[in-house]
């Protein structure tokens, strides 16, 4: 195949980020916290927000940065950016090189940057309590969130006005002269970028920030932590093994030359992720397979043959629109945590029909026939939220949070779309949950008094807070081996915090477009593919500083899914999600490790060489 001169230019450019894509002629561009567009090229927005958070001394606002992707894929002028939220301690210098520390954080499958708020805001107070350190903490969202539009649930909290949101999302309204565009399809021309969001995009993302927002080498050799949850564990590695240059014989671009630690949260920080990897004599020989799979792969995404985003992979149940309801949700839960949720009110979409009969069905039969409907049920607007991810309420481990039980009606035990088996315990005794759960380990529970279908006269259900469960969980409704569905030693994550983290930032607490390229990615490179990162030169890279895996009891790692556990401590009760939301005042004397650990880990002054 002949390329004309003209061709060749045209990709050389591109490769070197000289031009982008992006829609010719575009000159303005919306940014999170901003119900007003800016000037598109704008280099740097800083955007403070209130929160409703009881820890006043904690300031926060939204960073975008513009740093245009290097890609001749066509895609929205958003996509030239990437974001994050910054945490920071009121009585601290303005200033991130003024700080003691500075944590940043990358978030797992499916979740966005607020999906850390309690733990950013904990982190922040335990360095200063404890140490007396001024630290940062920065949670980042992955490009990928170019494609959210928070702006109806963000415009609906902070205004205190629930019908914003929903008025936003469905019924057409403008906010300050901005419309959804609606929730884009699979082959939709601006979820084509999603195809080029990989691992190398993501470290490189990563980077830009890191040495932009801290242009000084040997601040982040010894004072910059990276941080991650879940997927987010191998892709701190990643960014260890990151090289800027491509050049392996110049360190002082590699990726762990950027940070004096990496920390994981529910993970294990490491290149080889999972239970166990390919012997190094048979990756050899099936190595050019894995390539041809993995270029197979990338084909399927830019084509839209496969789901170029795990949230697009459905048309009903899981995608896109259910991560914004339960955005929509969360903000209801904020703005009027104890009123009755109008739960009839909801719009009568697919989605949100098939996935209201998801969450609330006590059998497959109840899901398959919607008898009884979901819609009939009656509760508070922080009830909802607490059946929909309470870890005792539905068994998909990657939505679980202990945040405490439903009461004022009866609870009973459910066997859809998971229910609870002995054989659910891993061979260690732990109760490790598992990424694609057959069974639970426990007994969940689900409201059974909604009525029958049409009527909804069932009785209001309220919800009882992590530290208001009683220590035998008495006051719990009984699952049918006759014990209590939870006590007070499993609950360990506010309701309210919860909510505030699903509904109040301007970046998501679930990524609504999540590119499936980055979970593939990681699978492929762990199968021995050279094709996925070429920067990834430095793979030990995680191994030159110190490493700190926090886990939780109940969660994913704690199991050995992830692969070894190396420096780690373990935070009884806590579940996948309860890592990042643990309330730090915590019952039966214990206390918050997860914050604590990682303060105390941070405090030690990295010792990072640039080389």
Not at 42 to 60: C, G, I, L, M
Not at 323 to 338: E, M
Request: charged share 20%.
């Amino acid at each position: 195949m002949k390329l004309s001169l003209a061709a060749v230019l045209l990709a050389m450019c591109v490769g070197s980020g000289l031009i982008s894509a992006a829609p010719a002629g575009t000159s303005t561009v919306y940014l999170p916290g901003l119900l007003t567009p800016v000037k598109y090229g704008t280099a740097r927005v800083e955007t403070p927000f209130t929160s409703v958070s009881k820890d006043t001394f904690v300031k926060q606002s939204v960073v975008s940065l513009f740093v245009p992707i290097k890609t001749p894929t066509a895609h929205l002028p958003e996509c030239d950016y990437i974001s994050y939220i910054r945490y920071r301690h009121a009585d601290g210098p303005t200033d991130p090189l003024k700080a003691d520390r500075v944590e940043t954080f990358m978030p797992g499958t499916l979740a966005g940057a607020s999906s850390a708020d309690q733990l950013a805001r904990n982190v922040v107070f335990y360095a200063k309590e404890k140490h007396n350190l001024n630290v940062e903490f920065w949670a980042l969202d992955r490009r990928a969130n170019c494609l959210d539009d928070q702006t109806g649930v963000f415009a609906a909290v902070q205004g205190k006005n629930l019908k914003t949101g929903f008025d936003y999302y469905y019924n057409k309204a403008a906010i300050a002269g901005r419309k959804f565009a609606g929730f884009y399809s699979n082959t939709d021309a601006n979820t084509a970028i999603l195809a080029e969001l990989g691992v190398e995009q993501t470290s490189s993302d990563w980077y830009d920030v890191v040495t932009r927002e801290l242009p000084d080498a040997n601040y982040r050799a010894t004072k910059h932590y990276a941080s991650g949850h879940s997927l987010g564990g191998p892709l701190t590695a990643f960014f260890a093994a990151y090289d800027r240059d491509g050049d392996v014989k110049t360190t002082g671009d590699a990726g762990y030359n950027q940070a004096a630690g990496f920390i994981g949260y529910d993970t294990v920080v490491t290149i080889k992720f999972g239970p166990a990897n390919i012997p190094e004599g048979l990756a050899k020989i099936i190595q050019p397979i894995i390539d041809a799979g993995f270029e197979v792969a990338q084909a399927g995404f830019r084509s839209g043959i496969l789901p170029r985003s795990l949230l697009t992979a459905l048309p009903v149940v899981l995608n896109s629109e259910t991560t914004q309801l339960l955005s929509l949700v969360g903000g209801r839960a904020v703005v009027a945590p104890k009123a009755e949720a109008d739960v009839k009110g909801l719009p009568r979409t697919p989605t949100i029909t098939s996935a209201a009969q998801f969450f609330f069905s006590k059998t497959v039969a109840q899901f398959a026939t919607f008898f009884p409907s979901a819609f009939n049920l009656r509760a508070t607007n922080e009830a909802l939220v607490g059946a929909i991810l309470s870890d005792r309420s539905q068994g998909f481990a990657f939505l679980q949070a202990s945040v405490g039980f439903g009461t004022g009606g009866k609870i009973e035990e459910r066997s859809f779309p998971v229910g609870a088996s002995p054989f659910a315990l891993p061979s260690n005794g732990s109760q490790a949950a598992s990424v694609l759960p057959l069974s639970s380990p426990y007994p969940l529970g689900v409201p059974s008094d909604a009525g029958f279908l049409g009527q909804g006269n069932g009785p209001l259900y309220e919800w009882l807070d992590y530290d208001q469960i009683k220590e035998d969980g008495s006051n719990v409704d009984k699952a049918n081996n006759g014990q209590p569905f939870t006590k007070a030693k499993f609950e360990v994550s506010s309701i309210s915090d919860l909510s505030r983290s699903l509904s109040e930032a301007p970046l998501d607490f679930t990524e609504h477009y999540y590119a499936t390229r980055t979970t593939t990615d990681v699978l492929f490179q762990n199968l021995g593919s050279k094709n996925v990162m070429p920067k990834a030169l430095h793979l030990d890279g995680y191994t030159k500083r110190p490493t700190l895996n926090v886990v939780g009891s109940e969660g994913l790692a704690v199991g050995g899914q992830f692969g070894d556990l190396g420096n780690h401590v373990v935070c009884d009760g806590y579940n996948h999600l309860d890592v990042l939301l643990a309330n730090r005042k915590q019952t039966l004397g214990r206390q918050e490790n997860s914050s604590i650990y990682s303060a105390d880990f941070i405090a030690k002054v990295g010792s990072g060489v640039i080389a």
